[in-house]
């Protein structure tokens, strides 16, 4: 760098007064000859100040201000040009350009409580399909025990219908002995007959009254008609009025219901 020494004081070779020249290449100054050509400034010359950028000028009653470098964020720190000046950050722009270490600490507290919501619902769902499956085992179990009842109750049906007869049927063999027997006499008498005649009757009754066949016999009785059926009425001495006079034939009941109504004679009095 060169110094010239005019009229007493230093003076730097690039920077000469306006107006005035050296006769020396200043540093920073216009050179045509070479193609440099600074912006803002007139060959010769160096402009500084408000007439160097026109962008810088203000308006009267208007402070001036410089336009920080766009690619420099704010959440830097830098300060933020504003109308009335420049500006320091504010809480919000320092928040959101350094995260405070709390955020880091309530993200993995919220991932914990996920992962235990998580490991809950997994536990119940576990649960959920054990009871599934044992309700399941229930279910089939239930099943085939209703179906082996069904089926032991079907069963058990066919016998009843099949064997219903069989305690009567037991019941009336002792009768069949005893006409069997009266066949293989070769010359019966009469009473002889007629006695057996009479046992096999005692046998027969026997075993309607254990199979619960009850009969009827109304002779002298008041007329029933739930219970008889009357064949004709005629007057008859000695007989009330609507009373049984003569039983042409029997009836029979099994368990109070009517197997056959007797068939009677009903007296007019």
Not at 244 to 264: H, T
Request: hydrophobic residues 35%.
């Amino acid at each position: 760098m060169n110094h010239s020494r005019k009229g007493g004081f230093s003076r730097h070779s690039g920077y000469p007064e306006q107006g005035q020249g050296t006769g020396e290449q200043p540093m920073f100054a216009n050179d045509d000859q070479h193609g440099y050509t600074r912006s803002g400034h007139a060959q010769g010359q160096t402009r500084f100040g408000p007439e160097a950028n026109p962008q810088w000028q203000t308006q009267p009653g208007q402070q001036a201000t410089q336009a920080p470098d766009a690619g420099a964020p704010a959440a830097q720190g830098l300060h933020t040009q504003s109308q009335t000046g420049w500006e320091q950050p504010g809480p919000e722009e320092a928040m959101h350009a350094a995260p405070p270490e709390s955020a880091a600490g309530s993200d993995a507290g919220a991932v914990e409580a996920l992962q235990a919501e998580i490991e809950a619902l997994k536990a119940e769902l576990e649960a959920a399909q054990k009871q599934a499956a044992h309700n399941q085992e229930q279910f089939v179990r239930a099943s085939a025990e209703t179906e082996n009842v069904r089926r032991r109750g079907k069963e058990e049906l066919d016998k009843a219908r099949k064997f219903a007869i069989e305690g009567f049927a037991e019941s009336l063999l002792p009768v069949c002995d005893s006409l069997e027997m009266a066949l293989k006499v070769e010359s019966p008498s009469v009473e002889s007959i007629r006695e057996g005649a009479e046992a096999t009757l005692r046998q027969l009754l026997q075993a309607l009254e254990r199979n619960k066949v009850q009969v009827v016999d109304p002779v002298g009785q008041r007329f029933d008609p739930n219970t008889q059926q009357a064949i004709s009425m005629q007057p008859t001495p000695g007989v009330a009025a609507n009373h049984v006079a003569a039983v042409l034939q029997k009836g029979y009941l099994i368990n109070d219901r009517v197997l056959r109504p007797a068939m009677v004679v009903v007296s007019q009095g």
